[in-house]
């Protein structure tokens, strides 16, 4: 019996098409209180992404293991660790951030929502 395979099909699972990755990633990032991600944070998982970083595309980069972007990140201390100073303003602001699980990490970012005029 011949297996019938949608026109879309090459589309599923492909982790070579980054189109596919980001819009993922980008369905998967969301804001969450930092009260809730405390016990990541105590497992060392929490990854700080600064503001002025496209959070997406640091995913992106973490997920595809693009060691020299992240590297340049660390380096230049746009993307760390979450200190226990800033965990700590945050605990104490009970702060909302955005943030996305790119396993075994999580990566935050303090970003206050877009506005929209309507």
Same mark, same amino acid.
């Given at each position: ?24 990633? +980008? ?7 930092? &009260? ?16 002025? &970083? ?47 699980? +790119? ?16």
């Amino acid at each position: 019996m011949t297996a019938i395979t949608p026109p879309d099909a090459h589309l599923i699972d492909d982790e070579h098409n980054p189109e596919l990755i980001k819009a993922k990633i +980008i369905s998967e990032t969301a804001r969450i209180s930092w &009260l809730e991600l405390q016990k990541f944070y105590a497992a060392g998982s929490v990854i700080s992404v600064a503001p002025e &970083l496209d959070l997406v595309d640091v995913a992106f980069a973490f997920s595809r293991d693009d060691k020299t972007r992240v590297a340049d990140w660390l380096a230049a201390g746009s993307v760390s660790r979450t200190s226990e100073q800033q965990a700590q303003q945050w605990y104490q602001q009970q702060a909302e951030l955005w943030a996305v699980v +790119i396993s075994p990490w999580v990566l935050v970012q303090d970003k206050p929502l877009t506005q929209q005029l309507n």
